[in-house]
């Protein structure tokens, strides 16, 4: 389930980078950086869920 969940944010991540490489000329200055701190929130979450996902699978090979 955990893995589902961190496609999720990956394929999001990707998403507005894309986006964002696409119309860099045509955004404004806000709009720019609102979509820089996505994709910085975006790339913690993904580390984050990984580092999660990692300890689960541990705990699950010590039983």
């Known amino acids: 389930m955990l893995r589902f969940w961190l496609g999720i944010v990956v394929a999001t991540l990707l998403a507005i980078i894309g986006w964002s490489i696409t119309n860099f000329s045509k955004l404004e200055t806000w709009l ?7 994709i910085v929130f ?20 010590d039983l």
């Open 32 to 38: 720019l950086l609102l979509s820089l701190l996505s």
């Open 42 to 61: 975006l790339v913690l979450v993904v580390i984050w869920l990984s580092i999660y996902i990692d300890k689960k699978i541990d705990e699950l090979e």
